[in-house]
């Protein structure tokens, strides 16, 4: 993993990134991320009355699915938009402000531990896996999805390859775990938090939408599109909407993007 990265400043992008997309979240980005959710819990082994955390919540889908399994979860975000939407959409639900790299709860407090896409955000995951260890009751379980190899994100390189194309490469602040996909690293990973029997795998997952219309707009969101010249931002959503034909499935659109499932047990006492 690369260590050229600054934990601030990845949290500080990370943030003002996601918040930007809180309002559009479910329209968008959901139609992919939430075909993580079904996996994940269950290698977690969530079920019926199990008390769950779910890191990095954004709108509280895998909160929400975790409660309709019989669990108890509660969901946390460094993004007060975006847990202004979890609220608004599941009321009856917890949902708590804080950071994945320094967790809020007592230790022992849940039976699972579990965060959708989040591992890779943060500019210290050895330090989340910690915290999820901590937190996590003896004989409980973790489980993270992360992007597999960038070569097969087909559904981000539609977008990003149209950028690059009439804008340029942007150089992101990032973490150590963008673009990791050597399975090896996250076995190590876990056994250093102190985790055993841990499982890593690929999913093969695809942005599914009826139209191209949500695909964009979530772009739009997350890219802030709108500071880009006029011209260049229609060149960068012409090509992305004649290039998303290869992707033309029935009525709508399907994109590969797979990602890697990570779990693992906190040894028993």
């Known amino acids: 993993m690369a260590e050229s990265f600054d934990p601030e400043e990845v949290a500080r992008f990370e943030n003002e ?145 149209a950028v690059q194309e009439h804008a340029g490469a942007a150089e992101l602040p990032h973490g150590p775990l963008f673009g990791v996909s050597d399975f090896d690293t996250y076995h190590s990973m876990a056994r250093r938090a102190g985790f055993g029997d841990s499982q890593v795998r690929e999913l093969e997952i695809a942005w599914l939408t009826p139209t191209i219309d949500s695909f964009l707009d979530a772009f739009r969101d997350w890219a802030d599109l709108g500071a880009f010249p006029p011209a260049v931002r229609e060149a960068i959503e012409s090509t992305v909407r004649e290039r998303a034909e290869a992707y033309r499935c029935g009525d709508g659109y399907s994109m590969p993007n797979p990602a890697i499932l990570v779990a693992a047990a906190r040894p028993a006492a």
Not at 122 to 135: T, Y
Request: aromatic share 10%; charged share 20%.
């Open 17 to 161: 990134t996601w918040s930007r997309c809180a309002e559009g979240y479910m329209d968008g980005f959901c139609r992919l991320l939430g075909q993580g959710v079904g996996p994940l819990l269950e290698a977690a082994c969530v079920g019926a009355g199990h008390r769950v955390l779910d890191i990095g919540t954004g709108p509280g889908v895998v909160a929400r699915e975790a409660a309709a399994r019989g669990a108890e979860p509660v969901g946390l975000d460094f993004s007060e938009p975006m847990l202004s939407q979890a609220r608004r959409l599941h009321p009856g639900l917890e949902f708590r402000h804080g950071a994945a790299e320094a967790l809020p709860f007592d230790d022992g407090a849940f039976d699972a531990v579990v965060g959708n896409f989040v591992l890779h955000h943060s500019g210290e995951p050895d330090r989340v896996l910690g915290e999820a260890f901590r937190v996590v009751r003896p004989g409980g379980r973790m489980a993270f999805t992360v992007w597999a190899d960038p070569r097969k994100l087909e559904a981000f390189g539609l977008f990003f390859s």
